[in-house]
């Protein structure tokens, strides 16, 4: 059937809130549908959100005749180059366990495993999210002992790049890149040759405040925090990663309300902040790639608000050229990568 008719291949797509679920023959969308749940939130064993999210989706498997791979996002795992990675025991294992994070994806690689088994199809992961690609020097924070850490949205941001590349004709090999994925939390990247060779860590680090999460901070206010308030780790992680940026100044995280609230001068100032330090940021990865930029890529869902973009525009035009891609592909990457492997034009890695 592959041989005549292409590949066909199911793509999984967990998050906190709801799991997406695409059905492609090679990078062609057939069928998608997302499934709400609150499995992350739940008291249920790791093992139970699995065979939950197993059941949600069998009447959509029901709906397939056949499919050739599966191919699912990747949760956090050890440092590692982008590629697609197939399914194995060693990756299965450091899921399970929850080594790297806990984190709602680390369901998808599970599930794609007893799918994989199931229907005796391979089961692959593409450019999870600790991708690590960044060159030496981009690494050194300051603090002997601290590490500045590649954690970004590295499936789309690559699956970006590739599609830029060949709209525009730009050989990926010689190409440079920004791209701002720009969605709960902010990845600012500069691509080159479509390695991420820096970003600022996505969910704790570096870059712009967003949505939810803080940037980076004064490190003499984070002192007098953590000491003066005798605050957990846990607890900080919590305010820093899911109660900070927009949420935290103005008390909700629904982008389209702020956006009607700006004509108040309160939330006017921080919403031009934010705008100001997603600037900055754009601008050191201009720096980082010396100046040679082929475009800068805005992705994410906060790209479809023509207002925010035109605003970011405003004080960018020190970059030729800008492309504007609304939304997240992810479910588009991860059948682009595993049709990729399976047509031969890209090489399987080996996760160990």
Do not use: W
Not at 263 to 288: P, R, S, T, W
Request: net charge positive; glycine share 8%.
């Amino acid at each position: 059937m592959t041989g005549r008719c292409g590949f066909f291949i199911l793509t999984i797509n967990p998050g906190s809130t709801s799991t997406e679920i695409g059905y492609f023959k090679n990078n062609t969308c057939l069928i998608q549908e997302t499934f709400p749940h609150s499995i992350h939130n739940s008291r249920m064993s790791f093992q139970q959100q699995v065979t939950s999210l197993h059941n949600d989706i069998k009447p959509f498997l029901g709906q397939l005749n056949t499919f050739d791979a599966i191919a699912s996002r990747g949760g956090p795992l050890k440092p590692l180059p982008g590629g697609v990675y197939k399914i194995n025991k060693a990756m299965i294992r450091d899921y399970q366990n929850q080594t790297y994070s806990k984190h709602p994806s680390n369901l998808g690689a599970i599930l794609a495993n007893k799918l994989s088994k199931e229907f005796s199809v391979p089961a692959y992961i593409v450019d999870p999210v600790s991708v690590d690609e960044m060159i030496p020097k981009a690494k050194i924070s300051g603090v002997p002992t601290i590490e500045r850490k590649s954690r970004s949205h590295a499936l789309n941001i690559k699956f970006c790049v590739y599609k830029a590349s060949t709209e525009n004709n730009i050989p990926i090999e010689k190409s440079n890149f920004i791209v701002a994925h720009l969605g709960g939390g902010f990845s600012i990247a500069a691509v080159k040759r479509g390695r991420i060779i820096d970003v600022n860590d996505a969910l704790l680090g570096m870059g712009p405040f967003s949505i939810e999460r803080a940037g980076a901070l004064p490190l003499s206010g984070l002192i007098d925090l953590i000491y003066d308030n005798s605050i957990s780790k846990e607890e900080l992680t919590e305010l820093l990663s899911k109660n900070s940026g927009l949420k935290g100044y103005l008390g909700t995280n629904n982008f389209k309300e702020i956006e009607k609230r700006l004509n108040e001068k309160d939330v006017q100032l921080i919403y031009e902040a934010m705008i100001y330090q997603i600037q900055k940021e754009i601008g050191a990865m201009f720096a980082a790639l010396n100046g040679c930029v082929d475009a800068c890529i805005f992705t994410g869902g906060l790209a479809k608000s023509h207002r925010l973009i035109n605003n970011l525009l405003s004080n960018l035009c020190f970059i030729d050229q800008i492309i504007i891609y609304p939304g997240s592909f992810e479910l588009d990457a991860l059948a682009n990568g595993v049709y990729r492997v399976m047509s031969g034009q890209l090489n399987q890695k080996e996760y160990t």
